[in-house]
């Protein structure tokens, strides 16, 4: 089950052993599941790839399809995928808690949820002492601009034009890259400049960017907001790293604002940058409140806000109930997740290997003129694509047709970017440096044919 096309790729290495043989499948196959889909789940987003995946089981850092064809999940799910498809850890601790007690909200104890809570919060710097449970980031930072507004007593709320933060009423008004479109909006919410050092107009100086942010607090607000939301590193918006010194700098734009900054760990979180538990740690700043999803439960759907003790008590004059939120079988996969990433030294696996992965890729871009940035930390990296190094305009069916031969050759990808022209590579962080080299030489190979 090595990678392998009809066009010769026998001269790549092969993805090193691995001792994982998928069950046999006898269950629908893609092209029923494909009509079917169509018919029944008609207005999702469309699938990747012409010939859908038809994904039956995972192994760590592998996926494999119907016919027990491997790939090398270099998207890990969709940034979902931490410790490692079906780590025995968290699959062990997934069953047991399933057996023992499926369900039961904050309304009762349980010790899973407890366990978790404590286990999160001390890895939290400051005051950010108390957890609450979502089944989604998009919950998360509902709850978490809830807060803010009702913290500070204040509206506005601002975020970058190119973050990211779900897809509920809040988090679509925060999520300008998408929902402005569709006319859904929420009033009282801010967007301002992408402090994007590959296509920002003020290239790395994050202050100018930063001023910004005060523009739109001194000509669109009352001069007070309840917060601030941003990523550490965009995630879904092309793997941006925000442009050095602005986060700070907004930080004390908004805390002079009276309002609250709110760190989207949604992504990076967890270790995922390698350098840093929580991606904010990288900007030298203690956010008021923190949210997450994906990776926490290493696929099981579950979110946290994690505040301190002074914030979270506007929660006593508002209702906030989740039935599934916090869980005790997402909350134990939580609490294995975090033990696995200790055990296995993932944080630091992130750090060297996506350091090495990062390094080889940058050695591929002086070879293809159509990678015009490469950039991320650890495990969360990003390749964009453009037609013309000069004028970076975005190649995004060339991206599209990388993705499609990359999987033909055994090694998934993800796309984004506001151009849709930008490969994210988001693994689960136990890869490792010959899968880096494998993933590496399919996309040297790829666009060495175009
Ligand atoms: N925040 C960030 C940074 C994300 O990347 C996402 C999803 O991609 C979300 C929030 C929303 O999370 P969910 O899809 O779990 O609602």
């Known amino acids: 089950r090595t990678p392998s096309n009809e066009n010769g790729v026998e001269s790549l290495p092969k993805i090193p052993h691995f001792s994982h043989t998928p069950a046999p499948y006898n269950g629908p196959l893609a092209s029923d599941l494909s009509k ?40 890990g799910g969709i940034a ?12 062990e601790a997934i069953v047991n808690q399933t057996r023992l007690l499926q369900h039961t909200t904050v309304l009762y104890l349980n010790h899973a949820v407890v366990d978790f809570a404590e286990a999160l919060a001390a890895k939290m710097p400051g005051e950010l002492k108390v957890v609450f449970f979502t089944n989604s980031g998009t919950e998360a930072n509902e709850l978490a601009l809830m807060m803010a507004r009702l913290y500070t007593g204040y509206h506005d709320v601002i975020s970058i034009r190119n973050g ?29 400049l992408n402090p994007d050092p590959y296509r920002g107009v003020f290239g790395l100086d994050g202050a100018k960017y930063a001023n910004d942010v005060q ?29 050095p010194g602005y986060l700070p700098a907004v930080y004390s734009i908004i805390k002079k604002a009276g309002g609250l900054f709110i760190a989207d760990e949604v992504q990076s979180g967890f270790g995922r940058t390698g350098s840093h538990f929580w991606g904010f740690e990288a900007h030298g700043i203690i956010p008021d409140i923190v949210t997450m999803a994906k990776g926490i439960g290493n696929g099981a759907p579950i979110g946290a806000v994690v505040t301190t003790r002074e914030i979270a008590k506007v929660l006593k004059y508002a209702y906030y109930f989740s039935t599934f939120g916090g869980n ?7 609490l294995a997740v975090l033990n696995v990433i200790e055990k296995d030294e993932l944080q630091q696996n992130a750090h060297v290997v996506g350091s090495y992965l990062k390094d080889r890729l940058n050695s591929l871009k002086e070879k293809h003129e159509i990678i015009g940035d490469v950039r991320g930390r650890g495990m969360l990296l990003g390749v964009e694509l453009v037609k013309d190094r000069k004028l970076k305009i975005p190649a995004k069916d060339e991206n599209l047709h990388i993705l499609e031969q990359m999987k033909d050759m055994g090694v998934l990808v993800g796309k984004g970017g506001f151009y849709g022209n930008v490969l994210r590579i988001t693994p689960p962080l136990c890869f490792t440096k010959e899968d880096a080299d494998f993933l590496v030489e399919v996309m040297d190979y790829t666009m060495s044919k175009m």
């Not at 999702?44 to 790939?71: F, S």
């Not at 990211?164 to 999520?175: D, E, L, R, V």
């Not at 001069?223 to 995630?235: D, M, N, P, T």
Request: aromatic share 12%; hydrophobic share 35%.
């Open 328 to 334: 005790p079988v997402c909350t134990a996969a939580g």
């Open 80 to 91: 979902t995928v931490l410790c490692g498809h079906c780590h025995p850890d968290v699959v």
């Open 36 to 75: 079917r889909r169509k018919q029944y789940l008609p207005t999702i987003v469309g699938t990747y790839y012409t010939h859908p995946l038809n994904l039956v089981e995972g192994k760590m850092q592998y996926v494999y399809d119907e016919n027990g064809r491997r790939y090398l999940d270099a998207f």
């Open 164 to 192: 990211y933060h779900g897809n509920a009423t809040s988090t679509m008004g925060t999520t300008a890259q998408f929902f402005h479109k569709f006319n859904v909006v929420q009033t009282g919410i801010h967007h301002v």
């Open 215 to 243: 523009d739109i607090i001194n000509y669109g607000t009352c001069g007070h907001v309840a917060g601030f939301v941003a990523e550490a590193i965009q995630g879904v918006g092309g793997v941006i790293e925000l442009a």
